[in-house]
């Protein structure tokens, strides 16, 4: 059964640095692409970046100088590192696999001071 | 990139009512595209992708349409628990997601 998990901090201050993980189970990630999706609170879905089968990175333009996306497969987590927040970055961060047809639960961020 | 406008933002529509919800390419996306239900609290949904295949689990009063620039969402007869905001999402070049339509119950 597929399963995704969001995790990380709830609270960022401005200029500070996010890290999220996202832990898969019932696929492997050296055979299934994993991308990370965001959406500000009432807004629409932002998405992020990818990390595919073969450990290559794809990022949305608008993000790239900010974001880092990497893995574990060992460990069966992905990673999502973006750098110099502000708060138009509190969001719901949500993983997701290969066709975007299964979603983790999402995580709340909140960037405040 | 590629921008995709859905319309309306907003539908009220009857329990039993045929909806037709909306979502337009900037260019030609080849039918590219997926349709997702987002229900309050939760996570999007995948509905229909390539345009007009339901997912697995999906009710069959849901189908999509389209192709070039415009895509289309139907709902047969609407029910209670599709009262959910719906976005379009388009994967031909870049990844794209509509701003939304929130269905509500009239």
């Known amino acids: 059964q597929v399963q995704l998990k969001e995790s990380g901090p709830g609270l960022v201050q401005p200029s500070q640095t996010l890290s999220l993980t996202c832990t898969v189970s019932g696929f492997s990630l050296t055979s299934n692409s994993v991308s990370w999706v965001r959406q500000p609170p009432g807004k629409g879905l932002e998405w992020m970046g990818a990390i595919w089968s073969g450990g290559s990175t794809d990022y949305n333009s608008a993000l790239k100088s900010r974001l880092s996306i990497s893995r574990d497969t060992s460990k069966s987590q992905v990673f999502l590192k973006m750098n110099s927040l502000q708060t138009e970055d509190t969001a719901i961060y949500f993983c997701t696999s290969d066709y975007f047809d299964y979603w983790g639960q999402g995580v709340m961020v909140t960037v405040s001071s | ?106």
Do not use: H
């Open chain 2, 1 to 106: 990139d590629i921008q995709m406008t859905q319309s309306p933002s907003v539908l009220s529509a009857s329990v039993g009512d045929r909806v037709t919800l909306s979502c337009k390419a900037s260019q030609n996306i080849n039918k590219n595209l997926d349709w997702y239900q987002q229900k309050l609290g939760e996570a999007p949904k995948l509905l229909i992708y390539f345009t007009n295949n339901l997912q697995t689990g999906i009710p069959s009063r849901f189908s999509g349409s389209g192709s070039g620039t415009d895509y289309t969402l139907t709902i047969s007869s609407l029910q209670p628990e599709d009262v959910a905001t719906y976005f379009c999402f388009q994967y031909n070049s870049g990844y794209t997601f509509g701003a939304g339509t929130k269905l509500e119950l009239k």
